[in-house]
């Protein structure tokens, strides 16, 4: 097997841990969430399988939605992150970004912290937009979305740091 494969593996089976037993029950305000469990999405290598990607962002997001018991709107937000990744890719990093060894998890630069960002909003408004599926809910869409949004950024950013390997 693959070391990248299996931190891939590893990644997915850890966040998913953290984001069901730790985040899932963390809310502010009564209503904001934090939804790390992103990063695996994020952090996905730049060169690796795009139809490995799509598959398994599916299946991370039918992970969440059978323990949030949300029918859909998380696998179906991922799988919409993981489709529009490169196109995220391309506005931050500009077009030659496939020929560049871009990791994500090295120190925080503008270019990274936008594709986090993008990425981000573009999860959390296609899931509270589905959530609520009512275009008469749209103030309390938006308030959910860029509140979430601030959260989930902030613990993403922290968890990269976290995992961040030393160069000593």
């Known amino acids: 097997m693959n070391s990248t494969l299996l931190v891939n593996i590893s990644r997915f089976i850890l966040l998913l841990a953290v984001q069901i037993v730790i985040f899932n029950n963390m809310t502010f305000l009564g209503f904001i969430m934090p939804f790390p469990y992103l990063l695996f999405i994020i952090l996905y290598p730049v060169n690796g399988n795009k139809s490995g990607l799509l598959i398994a962002s599916f299946f991370l997001g039918l992970v969440m939605d059978f323990f949030s018991n949300s029918g859909g709107i998380h696998a179906t937000a991922c799988l919409l992150l993981a489709y529009m990744r490169p196109s995220i890719f391309k506005f931050s990093f500009g077009v030659s970004y496939e020929y560049q ?14 594709f986090i960002l993008i990425s981000v909003v ?44 030393n160069k000593r």
């Open 101 to 114: 060894t871009i990791k994500l998890n090295d120190s925080l630069t503008p270019e990274r912290f936008s």
């Open 122 to 165: 573009l999860h959390h408004f296609t899931l509270f937009i589905l959530e609520a599926f009512q275009i008469s809910f749209f103030l309390d869409i938006l308030i959910r979305a860029l509140l979430s949004t601030v959260f989930t950024t902030i613990s993403c950013i922290i968890i990269i740091y976290l995992i961040k390997p």
